[in-house]
Structures are given as structure tokens and as C-alpha cells.
């Protein structure tokens, strides 16, 4: 009988493996950061962007031969300030050698630890939008996705209009589509809506579902409609993985990490939609 030794060379396959699911993870699973605006600032010194705002112009009718009067323009600006954050776990010797993937299994959760975060901070942005569509105890419905959308084309927010909902207002506007799911023989809409639970495209809004908005004591979350340009995240450094070992504790910490900030850009370009929250 011989013993199967594990190597250098059999450790770093696991380790590469365990950054190679949980960067895939982090990627996958993060919804928030693929819908705003996006800076990288890897290359930017220091820890703060400044994001400039131009205000818009008015073109005028022109005379023919007179000279055209110029228009003061006056920038505002958005700061940014990145942070970091991070998640560890430790793989003791023993799970290494034992059942299972543990290369599958930790990277999916530091990958999840990661995304998590990054979507939450992204989320409680949501409650800092002037406009509020709805009340406390009131559930959501369709027409008020299209008021959500009427606002911000009222505002002249351009660009693909998103949804970020709760899953249980994804419910709510599922039954209103639905006639409470009853198959109403209706549209493509409806019937997607029974196929898959999926709300689709609403109003010219894409819809999402996150179980990363929070529900509050009184079981009302704040769902935000928006466009991508209402809010942005500044990445200084993406996710990343560094392992260490701890040889009296017979195990690799596995340290996953993140530097990054977020902030609201325009807050015309936001729409809160403060509904129940309850089944």
C-alpha cells in the first residue's frame, strides 16, 4: 500500500483552480456592477476620482452673417473614493486531502462573499434618490414601472432604463402581469412571465431580481429603476486571491479581496420604488 503524497505541484493546481471558480464566481454573480457606470483605475493614482458633471446647453436659432454668442459652461463634479474589502477562509490540510472539490467549493464561496458585498453596496445607493414612486405597504405593479420610466424620460435620462427589484416585488409584478396566475391566454409578456417566473422587459426596462435588497422591520424594500449613468463604480483593483500558510495551524488561508468605491452620479436618473415586501 502507498500513500498518495501531496506535492507542491499538486497545491498549486488546487489553489489555481480555487481562484480560477471563485474569480468566475465573483464575476457571475455580481449583477449590480454590469448595469452602471463603470471606471477602471488601476493605472490612477490615489484613492479618489472626481467624475465631472457638464450641464446641458441650448442651441438657438442663428442669423445669417452675425456672429454666434457663446454659452458658459460650468462643471460639477462626482467624487469616488475606493475602499477595500474582503473575505477569508481557511482549508486545513485535512479538507484538502479529503472528498469532495474543495477548489469548486471555496471559490464559490469567496467568489459569492465578494459579489454579495459589491451588489450591496451598489443597492443601498437606491435610498438616496430624491424620487420615490409608491408607499410603504403598497405592492408594486406593472403601471408603476411605466410611471418609473416616464419619470426618467421626463428627465431625458438616455440609455437602456434597468430594474432592480426584490424578489418578492418580482413576484408581485409576475401575479399583476398574470391575473394572479391565471393564464390570461395574453401576450408574449404573460406567457414568459408563466413559463419562467422571468418579469422580462417591462415599459422598455429590464427587469432583475435580488435577494440582496433589503427588507426592512416592517417588510417594505427599496427596489431602484435607473439608467446606467445614474450611479457608478470606480474598480481600483478587481477581485483577487492570495494565499498564505499557517503551519502551525496545519492550513492555507485563503484571502479574497476587492478595492473598490461606488457613488451616485446623477440623481435625476434614479428612480426609487418603495413597495411591500411581504408573501
Not at 51 to 69: F, Q
Request: hydrophobic content about 45%; glycine content about 8%; some cysteine.
Amino acid at each position: 500500500f502507498i500513500m498518495a503524497a501531496t506535492t507542491s505541484t499538486t497545491l498549486d493546481d488546487l489553489f489555481a483552480n480555487i481562484i480560477m471558480q471563485a474569480r468566475f464566481t465573483a464575476e457571475e454573480q455580481s449583477l449590480m456592477a454590469g448595469l452602471i457606470t463603470r471606471y477602471d483605475i488601476g493605472n490612477v493614482a490615489g484613492k479618489t476620482i472626481q467624475v465631472p458633471k457638464y450641464p446641458a446647453i441650448a442651441a438657438a436659432d442663428l442669423t445669417e452673417g452675425t456672429d454666434m454668442s457663446s454659452t458658459t459652461v460650468s462643471t460639477s463634479s462626482v467624487t469616488v473614493t475606493v475602499g477595500e474589502v474582503g473575505a477569508q477562509v481557511v482549508l486545513t490540510d485535512l479538507a484538502a486531502m479529503g472528498a469532495g472539490n474543495p477548489a469548486q467549493e471555496l471559490g464559490t464561496v469567496l467568489g459569492n462573499a465578494i459579489a454579495t458585498k459589491m451588489d450591496q453596496d451598489i443597492i443601498a445607493l437606491f435610498d438616496g434618490f430624491s424620487t420615490s414612486i409608491g408607499a410603504a405597504g403598497q405592492e408594486i405593479t406593472v403601471a408603476d414601472l411605466f410611471k418609473a420610466a416616464a419619470t426618467l424620460r421626463n428627465q431625458k435620462a438616455t440609455g437602456q432604463m434597468y430594474a432592480v427589484v426584490h424578489p418578492f416585488h418580482a413576484y408581485q409584478l409576475s401575479a399583476n402581469l398574470t391575473n394572479t396566475f391565471a393564464n390570461p391566454n395574453g401576450g408574449d409578456l404573460q406567457n414568459e412571465a408563466m413559463r419562467n417566473g422571468f418579469v422580462g422587459s417591462i415599459a422598455g426596462i429590464d427587469v432583475y431580481q435580488s435577494a440582496n435588497i433589503a427588507v426592512d422591520g416592517s417588510d417594505d424594500a427599496k427596489s431602484c429603476c435607473f439608467t446606467s449613468e445614474a450611479m457608478a463604480i470606480a474598480m481600483k483593483r478587481d477581485f483577487n486571491l492570495e494565499t498564505e500558510r499557517n503551519a502551525s495551524l496545519r492550513a492555507f488561508e485563503l484571502n479574497a479581496t476587492a478595492v473598490y468605491g461606488v457613488a451616485e452620479l446623477d440623481d435625476t436618473y434614479g428612480v426609487e420604488l418603495l413597495f411591500d415586501a411581504a408573501l
